[in-house]
């Protein structure tokens, strides 16, 4: 997915009740496929800073299924308790360029979006915790 606004990919989703539950968010490989090089098994960082400009890094793992094909899966107990995520809540995930002197690994930025009811009217909100 192309982040028009500034010209960067990333990849997004609505989180599930199981996702919010389990603290463990999945995503099909094709979504994801211009960050990350599939290495059925592999386990990998995902390093990402929160709205709040905290530094959090989650753990991704890769799997092929029969009957769904290749997805990424992506562990994070302690951000998703700390953040008090609920389902439905979006999650944007944006490819940020590094900066001088940082190793080569990819980094985001993470945004989390929740839909409020506001005067009748539904809008998303960032969530800024």
Same mark, same amino acid.
């Given at each position: 997915m192309?982040n028009?606004e500034q010209?960067?990919?990333s990849?997004?989703?609505?989180?599930?009740?199981?996702? $919010?539950?389990?603290?463990i968010?999945?995503?099909?490989?094709?979504?994801?496929?211009?960050?990350f090089?599939f290495?059925?098994?592999?386990?990998?960082f $995902?390093?990402?800073?929160?709205?709040?400009g905290?530094?959090w890094?989650?753990?991704g793992?890769?799997?092929?299924n029969?009957?769904?094909?290749?997805? $990424?899966?992506?562990?994070?107990?302690?951000?998703?308790s700390e953040? !008090?995520?609920?389902?439905?809540?979006?999650?944007?995930?944006?490819?940020r360029?590094? !900066?001088?002197?940082?190793a080569?690994?990819?980094?985001f930025?993470?945004v989390i979006k929740?839909?409020i009811?506001?005067?009748?009217?539904?809008?998303?909100?960032e969530?800024?915790?």
């Open positions: 192309q028009q010209g960067r990919q990849f997004a989703k609505h989180l599930t009740q199981s996702e $919010v539950k389990d603290h968010i999945f995503f099909s490989y094709t979504d994801v496929a211009p960050f090089e290495q059925e098994g592999y386990l990998f $995902v390093n990402v800073t929160d709205s709040l905290k530094a890094t989650f753990i793992t890769f799997y092929t029969p009957e769904i094909g290749k997805y $990424v899966s992506i562990k994070w107990p302690q951000f998703s953040k !008090r995520l609920k389902a439905n809540d979006e999650v944007i995930f944006t490819e360029p590094l !900066r001088k002197g940082e080569p690994l990819k980094k930025k993470l929740r839909k009811r506001l005067f009748g009217q539904d809008i998303w909100g969530l800024k915790v």
